[in-house]
């Protein structure tokens, strides 16, 4: 079963830092982390097309680094200097199939056809 399986969300202050995983049940050319926070509509935060395209959020350029390991098929993202702002539900996605113009549609949730559960990230000031 094709699934993916996020981790490492949690409770800190603001400058703090987390890094979330996500486990793949498969490798995908296209991942990326989402997230949702209470009232608010689900937004791209970074994505990773293959090994070497990064995208990542405005809101999050300089703090958040998004990587995998190729090899346990995990994907991460690094929290740094975080923020109350950057309280929500994180979720890691994959599109299965190959994706056109994939840097301009990387933040569209309908870009992907997989995701996990979600992690949930809370940042206290």
């Known amino acids: 079963q094709v699934q993916l399986v996020e981790s490492g969300g949690g409770s800190v202050q603001a400058g703090g830092s987390l890094r979330l995983s996500c486990a793949a049940s498969?490798?995908?050319?296209?991942m990326g982390w989402f997230r949702q926070a209470p009232g608010k509509e689900r937004e791209g935060v970074a994505a990773?097309?293959?090994?070497?395209?990064?995208y990542y959020a405005d809101s999050v350029k300089g703090r958040f680094t998004i990587s995998k390991d190729s090899a346990s098929k995990t994907l991460f993202l690094q929290m740094n200097s975080l923020k109350p702002e950057d309280t929500a539900l994180y979720y890691c996605?994959?599109?299965?199939?190959?994706?056109?113009?994939?840097?301009?549609?990387?933040?569209?949730?309908?870009?992907?056809?997989?995701w996990g559960q979600g992690t949930q990230v809370t940042v206290s000031s």
């Open positions: 498969s490798t995908f050319a296209y």
């Open positions: 990773l097309r293959g090994g070497a395209n990064t």
């Open positions: 996605a994959a599109a299965t199939q190959f994706r056109v113009n994939y840097s301009g549609r990387w933040s569209v949730p309908q870009t992907y056809d997989l």
